[in-house]
Nanobody, 122 residues
């Protein structure tokens, strides 16, 4: 069974930076597309960024130029470097494997992990 463990969240002031990590257990990681998702209070979960097994990335318009998704296949780990954080980035952040890496859908292949909370103060 696949297990996803997100970490690295916290409280940061607007304009600050955080790096999130996602450790993936129980599956062959290196060739799978992966993504970061987030869910703000009272809102639906949304796609933030994706990365294919070949390293091709895609971002939601709201985070383009500020966030960078990357992966370290030898460690089965996915990262999200977040710069220029804004209060509207406040959410619980999750990683998962998208059904379709070319879609903005939040349909994913694995059970969701516990996520990591990011709070940006103004």
């Amino acid at each position: 069974q696949v297990r996803l463990v997100e970490s690295g969240g916290g409280l940061v002031q607007a304009g600050g930076s955080l790096t999130l990590s996602c450790a993936v257990y129980g599956t062959f990681f290196s060739t799978n597309a992966m993504g970061w998702y987030r869910q703000a209070p009272g809102k639906q979960r949304e796609l933030v960024a994706t990365i294919t097994g070949a390293g091709i990335t895609n971002y939601a318009d709201s985070v383009k130029g500020r966030f960078t998704i990357s992966r370290e296949n030898t460690k089965n780990t996915l990262y999200l470097q977040m710069n220029g954080l804004k209060p509207e980035d406040t959410a619980v952040y999750y990683c998962n494997r998208p059904f379709n890496v070319y879609s903005s859908s939040t349909n994913v292949r694995y059970d969701w992990g516990q996520g990591t909370q990011v709070t940006v103060s103004s």
